[in-house]
């Protein structure tokens, strides 16, 4: 599980990329046991779906964002 905390005007999903990276970096096991990213639709971007799967094979369930 990983987890971190900023100022309410920075980024999710740049922060999401981040802490994927920290993660690989600083706990590798972690990242080879996990199975699925859960995330709200803040983190809903194609790059970081695709980094998910295709880097490391990680299912992101993540709530899509839809204009109404």
């Given at each position: 599980m990983?987890?971190?905390v900023t100022k309410a005007?920075?980024?999710d999903v740049i922060e999401g990329h981040r802490m994927l990276k920290q993660l690989v970096e600083?706990?590798?096991e972690i990242m080879e046991k996990a199975e699925t990213l859960a995330a709200d639709k803040a983190y809903?971007?194609?790059k970081l779906i695709v980094a998910c799967w295709d880097d490391y094979?990680?299912?992101p369930v993540?709530?899509?964002y839809l204009e109404r």
């Open positions: 990983g987890y971190s005007a920075e980024s600083n706990q590798p809903d971007d194609t094979r990680i299912k993540i709530d899509i």
